[in-house]
């Protein structure tokens, strides 16, 4: 008779062993993804499976009742301990008798899949770069002297297959009484490294630990850091804070911190101990608010444009701040959270991802990692909309790379009525193409602003300014109304048949909502307003023009909008505006904080880190500064939407007015006024 | 015609190369040694040569006075600016012309040999772990955007070969400015790393950097800790310095310094901060006396007993206490300063020396690394005489290694008269063998006791007791004049014939000196003294002949005394006391401070340390503790100088009294009271 055959679900591995082999062996021989921290000694649970009995046609088996052995002392007392899910048992303790078809469940693989909320985006697939093994050690012997710790490296090798692990100081100044106290059996945290560091033990404990350890996913943006707090060992995401970046008062914007820190000698090192500090609050609150001690976080990934990166690391960013906008380094950065100064374990593994150029940073990278281009079979342009757009376009082939001075104007600044994303700004806005009076909707509020409920509904926050999506809306629906003209020009009330145009000084304004009889804002919208976001969305899109240029194409297939301002932008309204090339609406999609998310990514899956290195190196970049077109695409796009790009696809949804209200005195110098803008 | 024929001398290497090539060309594609910090620019001057002329029949060619290149300008100007030594040329400058003897004095090769004092010591070929590189860094450049440090990474790659050079946090935080200030030429210092640490930028300077690195040897010892600053280009010692260990106050001997540790919650704390300020003040005065920024400090090697090493580390020597001696790690351990709080380059390279087991540590392992036992031809025993002697056995078919717990009685503790070695103390001793009276000299005074101006010489430091060696030579004359016998006891005056003997309670003493007129101490040698003597004695000897049975020998080619303490101990008299086996007198040598020594070559030589860490792996660990056999050598090593092994050869140059002074009251008891001790 011949030996049992195994069938491993979900991959479909099998194979046949001598009659009782474990599970977990025969599942290691033919490299079936099964978990174990204890090695297959029944302490760990790790490798828990569920057989299936009966007939199967499909794999060409029948599965008796006994094709595994009975439970054994080891299982029953794990029962009765912890108890076991109905149907499971053990890997390491059941073993083959017969043909058996077993299924892995996802939580008993290594490499889980983590799950994800948006249903297109790219899958996590675990492999956390520190991982917990439960390990004996022989004891010390005098015939044959060596030291505690190079018998655990030796238990390691042989009972894991770890060539050579080393240990900080801190693990080795600890280790002797833990060793004793396990009476010689001990779990260890181990980092298990890449190219330039060794496996590393980064925490130990006495016999079996049946806790996790954590990592950090960081976005250091120029206003926030947002951080989640991950469990390395299931992927979820424990916790998620934020705090504002403590450098604003240093300059709200990434020049003005630039600039204080030519102006004052130790600008850049307050810089980096703002930061610094403020990071180290944010990972005490979102450790508390997990109830975890802050020294079980062993790994931390950050994300940052380059000034913030160079500020985080303590390197002055004055070279960001002229031409040729040198990075003092580019590569990705591996650290220990001592070498920072970060409150976490203080030999946690810190990471940076690459940046891409002088203005496209780490934080482009992680878009990078978590969007793919480089993977994408159809031709994707990704903008991650900031006071600084970084603008990716690429597919399989090859991906281009560059960054574009939008100005904050998006964010609701230099707008006369502009304010950033907060109750009581209007975000939603529908111009009514008859009365040409607004409709709209502001943060907080579901209603729009001609419902009757709506005036008690904004009682508290009021109606107080628009914010960057609101105003793209509003110059969008004014251009479709024939408000404003092509060259961006507010018509006079004669000329678009609005009550709501009104002389303003030397050029009419728009008024959109007015609340000063409550004591509220007169909300408008002025030519300088739309001047402005005409300016920004020139940028925007003469980025992406140029990139299409040195791509060879001139559409693509589909755009995303990164970045948490990109996921309130309407499709529509932005390609009305001219912000994005022409392409089907629907193939215009919002990735929520992409970079956020590739933070996570190369958090949880140490392969992803090398993968976006690799990545990185490839992207052809594009400095937009010496490129001579991107001034002429630029002036281009100063036009709504655009003086020379067609944009077929949109005019066969939309049909814009085509009046010009230019009387020769006001044109066509918003493109002349181009500086170089970042944030 | 063919090409010119070079030929280099010291190495003998030849080669023919087209007219033209540069003398540093072709004596790098051959092979030879010879330096360049510049890579051939004519900045550095390191690659200097002595072209010699004329017949060279042992060479086979006639050298004409056109076969080097004629003067250049680059030369012209080293010439004016710092001047060459007659006949020299720069070999990145001068080209072979015709055929030529090209000399490579020794300066201007890299690996050097160490100028050495002792003429039997091993040679010390310079090959330090950190040198410079003069590099010239592409500019930014905004078409191919990449990092300052990325391109500087790449530069070192093309004009040195170094695959990839990582550099810390300090230098990416500084590296900007100075790329600019040197107009992107930089001198950097490059640790070459090893298996586990790439190499790795230590310090960057603008343009060419005309200055050195240093490094330190420090003999971390239970006493004193001794530092030696070298310079890593000319591997020359230019400072050497000592402080006492701040342990001291602790406990004087190292089991009372773990007792301490035991006792005191954060003894072990305490004792670790104390040993790195005291060694933090001598890395200050040792700086200040060469003269030097301790910041270019790059290097430190460490030797030291188990228990200084664990203290020097932060480990609680705890289990170094009691069986079975487990050491927390006893591999070598590569750290950086600041892991240590050490006040150097805050990422200088640590380098601890492996233990070789429990009691035999990195200070045993830097004498193997010095006297390269297992790379003698004859059997040599090594012996480092110290509180606990460290005992080496072996040729190049192996080495064993044990410690003995000789206690403190060969440094002057525990003698009635004994002390430190210091000015004043005994330190030499003859008996006449007639009269039965001593002379002595005493340290810090060359005259015999008898000497007439011997009074007035040692007016200022009188004669205050014995030192170790001096109670060694005093035994041993005891011995072979009949005033001791074989057995320990001294005889009376009667038995003995000499009046310097008296009934001291239950025993008899020997008068060796009395101060006790002009105010000073009675110096005496009592039956306890001789008892303490004969312990120690015992246990070193039984160590050395246990590890003589494990190689399946009773005799060794030659013996080798290390330590301060061995450099003063006389041969003869240590074979009359039956310290050391039986060999021939010229054959026992002093080594002086080889665990020093051993510490300065792994400083100095990478490849060093490679190699003993092997040693150390391969030598065979002998637990005197555990080996039932010890106890008996010990026993028969007791009587003077041994009651069953034969000293032939001894007894061929010293006859030695056979009368036994017992009484049956007072022997045989010696042996019994072993007792275990360290320090």
Chains 1, 2 share one sequence.
Not at 186 to 207: F, N, Q, Y
Request: aromatic share 6%; charged share 20%.
């Amino acid at each position: 008779m011949s030996d049992p055959l195994v069938i491993f679900t979900p991959s479909g591995k099998r194979g046949r062993f001598p009659k009782g082999t474990p599970v977990l062996t025969a599942a290691r021989q033919l490299g079936v993804d099964l978990d174990s921290v204890c090695g297959g000694r029944g302490i760990c649970s790790k490798c828990q499976i569920t057989p299936s009995y009966g007939e199967f046609p499909k794999h060409g088996v029948t599965v008796q009742d006994d094709a595994l052995s009975a439970w054994n002392a080891v299982e029953q007392r794990y029962e009765e301990k912890r108890g076991l899910k109905p149907g499971r048992r053990l890997g390491c303790q059941a073993t083959l008798q017969g043909d058996v078809v077993i299924d892995v469940p996802p939580e008993s693989q290594v490499h889980k899949q983590v799950v994800r909320k948006r249903a297109e985006a790219r899958e996590i697939v675990l492999n956390p770069p520190t991982k917990l093994y439960y390990v004996e050690v022989a004891e010390p012997d005098m015939h044959d002297p060596s030291g505690d710790f190079e018998r655990l490296q030796d238990a390691l090798r042989d009972q894991w297959g770890f060539e050579r692990v080393s240990a900080d100081l801190n693990i080795l100044q600890k280790m002797q009484p833990i060793l004793r106290k396990g009476d010689w059996k001990v779990t260890v945290a181990i980092h298990l490294g890449d190219e330039e560091s060794p496996h590393r033990i980064m925490h130990i404990w006495p016999g079996y630990y049946d806790g996790t350890v954590y990592g950090l996913a960081v976005d250091l943006g120029s206003t926030t850091i947002a951080a989640h707090l991950c469990d390395l060992a299931s992927g979820e995401v424990l916790a998620s804070s934020g705090v504002m970046n403590p450098q604003i008062r240093f300059g709200e914007d990434l020049m003005s911190r630039v600039s204080y820190s030519m102006m004052n000698a130790s600008g850049a090192q307050e810089m980096t101990e703002a930061v610094r500090e403020g990071m180290n609050g944010l990972f005490s609150q979102i450790a508390a608010e997990a109830g975890i001690d802050k020294n079980l976080i062993v790994d931390a990934v950050f994300v940052c444009n380059p000034v913030m990166h160079h500020l985080f690391l303590g390197i002055d960013p004055f070279e960001l701040g002229q031409a040729p906008f040198a990075l003092a380094t580019s590569n990705e950065i591996r650290l220990r959270a001592s070498d920072l100064d970060l409150n976490i374990h203080p030999s946690a593994h810190v990471y940076l991802l690459p940046c891409i150029a002088g203005h496209v940073g780490a934080d482009a990278a992680a878009v990078a990692l978590s969007e793919a281009p480089d993977k994408s079979e159809d031709l994707v342009l990704i903008v991650d909309v900031g006071t600084n757009a970084e603008i990716l376009l690429g597919n399989k082939e090859k991906v281009l790379a560059c960054s574009s001075p939008t100005g904050p104007a998006f964010e609701g600044a230099q707008i006369s009525s502009g304010q950033r994303a907060a109750p009581g700004a209007i975000e939603r806005v529908e111009i009514d193409p008859i009365s040409k009076v607004p409709r709209f909707k502001v943060i907080g509020c579901d209603l729009w602003s001609g419902d009757p409920a709506f005036e008690d509904a904004i009682a508290t926050t009021g109606v107080t300014g628009i914010c960057g999506s609101g105003i793209i809306e509003m110059v969008a629906e004014m251009r479709m109304n024939g408000i404003v003209d092509a060259a961006g020009l507010i018509g006079t009330a004669g000329q678009t048949h609005s009550a709501n145009v009104f002389a303003d000084g030397r050029t009419n304004s728009y008024l959109v909502y007015d609340g000063t009889e409550k004591g509220g804002p007169r909300i408008t919208v002025t030519n300088r307003d739309i001047r402005e976001i005409q300016m920004a969305k020139a940028a925007l899109y003469s980025g992406a023009r140029l990139l299409m240029d040195k791509f060879g194409v001139d559409k693509v297939d589909r755009v995303v909008l990164a970045g948490a301002f990109g996921a309130h932008i309407s499709p529509k309204h932005a390609m009305v505006l001219g912000m994005i090339p022409d392409c089907p609406l629907e193939k215009v999609t919002s990735a929520g904080n992409a970079a956020g998310t590739g933070a996570r990514i190369a958090l949880l899956n140490t392969e992803a880190r090398a993968e976006i290195e690799e990545t990185v190196r490839a992207i052809h970049k594009v400095e937009t500064a010496i490129e001579p077109r991107f001034q002429e695409h630029f002036v281009n796009a100063s036009a709504i939407p655009n003086a020379v790009d067609p944009f077929p696809i949109l005019n066969s949804v939309v049909s814009l007015p085509e009046e010009t209200f230019n009387t020769g005195a006001d044109s066509g110098d918003g493109g002349g006024r181009r500086r170089r803008r970042r944030a």
